[in-house]
């Protein structure tokens, strides 16, 4: 076995994903010198994007959504140079459609702190009146242990056309079973601070072109080169510090001033770690990519009720679909999931009816942790027992849901620990 010896204070980053990144490119803008280890042969775990051969396109691992107040990963594209690669409306607009009445409507919020907007038949939720919202506000207080049917009524149509949507979307976790706490900073951060902040925004041509690939580039010019296919097998823990990384044939010593932050999958972490607890319950998600008859611009999305999509987006000639707390469908052969999706995207859409386009569908049966109040008062802070040793990923205690705010949050956090630890070292 070889052993590696790093001098001068070296931050270890375990994993490539959103969380790893976000350390390390913090770490690099305050100058540290990061080592980023990454066992998969690419980066960004189920941030990214891949050529599929069934439909001859590029396509995004998962669909994923975008606010204006998003404000850690807008801040991060900012830092690796690739804030104008998400776009959106000027305004934020939510279209939906409901496949039981064919109703089609948007939201759209106002601008001001103060949701005036509500009193306006033509933003709000058709169907619905300003007390429902105002009384469903309660959620603002929720307790850990209540979810979010405890804490809005669910035989409105308010819930029905907009907390259902919401809260599966944000926590892919059905409502009678998500933890209301995660939807507090959601609303607060995004719909919370008016018009301004809740701006959708998708990534222009990919989620690697936006949140990968700059990220590599950038962290290429700060002398970083990401090390793919190493895994790490082990964890040598001494006292109050971590001490060196075991790789199966190869051991790196982590040196007194030195630092690792650990930004992999909570199971994985689980099993590296000494009495480690993390959340164990998981939830799926099935994407469906299909090829467009023609290209549809500008690219947007529509939010789905009544069906078995809860989201469709398009992007060039390109349509995904997206299916949060999946569990039940997950196990369903591809074929006759497609069908659906396929269904579903032609009447959203309002196009012809047609043949079953090329198409690829995806499943992750282990997309995010189960976000219910029992697995949320699971996630471990980001500071660990050992002074040098931090912890990243969105299932970390961010106190947001598992989302890419909530990755990106989860590794600015991180660095921040470790920067704290570097400078008193």
Not at 53 to 67: K, P, S, V
Not at 382 to 388: D, G, H
């Amino acid at each position: 076995m070889s052993t590696v010896s790093n001098s001068g204070k070296t931050v270890h980053v375990i994993g490539a994903g959103l969380a790893g990144l976000s350390a390390a490119v913090r770490l690099a803008v305050a100058g540290c010198r990061v080592e980023l280890y990454e066992a998969a042969g690419h980066a960004g775990g189920r941030c990214r994007s891949f050529h599929d051969d069934a439909i001859g396109q590029r396509i995004d691992n998962g669909n994923h959504l975008l606010l204006s107040g998003n404000r850690d990963a807008m801040e991060y594209l900012n830092l690796i140079g690739s804030a104008d690669s998400v776009t959106g409306p000027d305004r934020a607009v939510f279209p939906f459609i409901d496949f039981e009445s064919n109703e089609r409507w948007s939201v759209k919020p106002g601008a001001g702190l103060i949701p005036w907007w509500i009193l306006s038949r033509s933003r709000r939720v058709p169907g619905t009146s300003p007390w429902a919202y105002i009384r469903d506000m309660r959620i603002l207080c929720a307790q850990n242990q209540q979810t979010v049917t405890d804490c809005v009524p669910t035989d409105s149509i308010l819930f029905r056309r907009f907390w259902e949507p919401l809260a599966v979307a944000a926590l892919n976790t059905t409502a009678d079973q998500g933890a209301a706490s995660l939807m507090v900073p959601v609303i607060r951060e995004t719909f919370g601070r008016g018009e301004a902040a809740c701006r959708p925004r998708i990534a222009r041509q990919g989620l690697s072109e936006s949140f990968i690939d700059p990220a590599l580039q950038m962290l290429k010019d700060h002398n970083i080169t990401c090390r793919f296919s190493s895994r790490v097998r082990g964890l040598t823990f001494n006292g109050d510090a971590i001490t060196a990384l075991e790789f199966g044939n190869s051991r790196v010593e982590v040196s007194e001033g030195d630092a690792a932050v650990l930004a992999v999958p909570p199971l994985v972490a689980k099993g590296l770690v000494p009495g480690l607890d993390v959340p164990e319950e998981s939830r799926a998600i099935v994407n469906g990519h299909f090829l467009l008859p023609a290209p549809r611009e500008p690219q947007g999305f529509i939010g789905v009720v009544g069906g078995m999509c809860h989201w469709i987006f398009f992007r060039g000639n390109v349509a995904s679909t997206t299916v949060s707390a999946a569990e039940e469908i997950v196990d369903t052969p591809a074929a006759e999931l497609a069908v659906t999706m396929w269904d579903e995207i032609t009447r959203a859409l309002e196009l012809p009816a047609s043949p079953l386009p090329a198409h690829k569908i995806v499943k992750e049966k282990r997309a995010t942790f189960a976000q219910t109040p029992a697995q949320v008062a699971r996630r471990p802070s980001t500071q660990s027992a050992w002074k040098n040793f931090v912890l990243a990923g969105d299932w970390v205690d961010t106190k947001l849901p598992a989302t890419i705010e909530g990755a990106i949050r989860s590794g600015r956090q991180a660095a921040l620990a470790v920067l704290k630890f570097v400078s008193i070292s």
